[in-house]
């Protein structure tokens, strides 16, 4: 069971890299939508920092709900048209 809960935290690690590094901020700099953009995308960051933060004290429950917090964070942002993503893929549910 524990393999299972590293393997699935471990991907849901690179799901939520690779999404960030494939996001980008759609509305025009200076307008409300483009600040809600920039929150949006630092707490996407910040859940990954934490997850590899808990990762590393062997607190792997809380790393996997980390990493899919920040995910979640990132598919509410292409999904509101925050941000502009690939609509093939794996990486958002757009």
Known sequence: MAADLHEKA??????LSEALDAASIAPQEGTPL???ALEFEEMASSYLEDGR?????????????????????LDAGA????????????????
């Open 53 to 73: 933060h808990f990762r590393e004290e062997d607190d792997w429950v809380n790393a996997l709900a980390s990493f899919s917090y920040g995910h979640a964070w």
């Open 34 to 36: 483009h600040e809600a």
């Open 79 to 94: 999904r509101l048209g925050v941000f502009a993503v690939p609509e093939e893929g794996h990486l958002f549910t757009v």
């Open 10 to 15: 471990d991907r849901y690690e690179r799901l």
